[in-house]
């Protein structure tokens, strides 16, 4: 993995925990709490889908550059 990736991803979950955190501590009913911190779950997951669905298309992409380059060579 790259260094960029890897600060990139580092960044992403320090921010997820600073933010869980930020609601874990606020003075706030609990039920609040609960559901702000299910927000933010569902929040991550779906930013987390679609990093993963961007970096498969972006391989894809790759492998069929390299297939289309190897079909050249052959």
Same mark, same amino acid.
Do not use: C, W, Y
């Given at each position: 993995?790259?260094?960029?990736s890897?600060?990139?991803? %580092?960044?992403? %979950?320090?921010? %997820?925990? @600073?933010?869980?955190?930020? !609601?874990?501590?606020?003075? /706030?009913?609990?039920?609040?709490?609960?559901?702000?911190i %299910?927000?933010?779950?569902?929040?991550?997951?779906?930013?987390?889908?679609?990093? !993963?669905?961007? @970096?498969?298309?972006?391989?894809?992409?790759?492998?069929?550059?390299?297939?289309?380059?190897? /079909?050249e060579?052959?």
């Amino acid at each position: 993995m790259k260094n960029t990736s890897k600060i990139l991803i %580092a960044l992403g %979950a320090g921010l %997820a925990i @600073g933010g869980l955190m930020g !609601v874990l501590f606020a003075p /706030d009913k609990g039920e609040n709490t609960r559901h702000k911190i %299910a927000e933010n779950g569902k929040k991550l997951k779906d930013q987390f889908t679609r990093k !993963v669905k961007l @970096g498969k298309n972006k391989m894809e992409e790759q492998m069929a550059r390299i297939n289309g380059e190897l /079909d050249e060579v052959i």
